[in-house]
């Protein structure tokens, strides 16, 4: 680290002209992506799943009336992977708008590993 004895610092010395010059591979590490996950319920109209798929997650007809019964058959799907500030303003949409009709519809993000 060529640090002289007299600088006495625990800190990283990033100014240090030595530490620079061995950082060989620049640090362009990507931000985490999330999966944002939707939960089967015993109440929410499955036509109303549907409606929420298309709206807020692009998804055709078919492709969201397949996402729905895989929800509904095995409990819970991923539906999108997003950056953090798109996966939480997808869960807040679709949590507000199950709210708004009252249903118990349940939407999740999880960090993807
Ligand atoms: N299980 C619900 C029913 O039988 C349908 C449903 C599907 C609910 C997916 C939520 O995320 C869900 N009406």
Redesign the pocket.
Known sequence: MLENTWMMSDEPDDDNEASVLLQTRPKTKRPPLYKVL?????????EF?VHVLERFFGMTHAEAFEI?LT??KKGVAVVGVFSHEIAETKVGQVMDFARRHQHP?QCTMEREE
């Open positions: 939707l939960l089967n319920d015993d109440y929410t109209p499955m799943v729905m929800v509904h519809l």
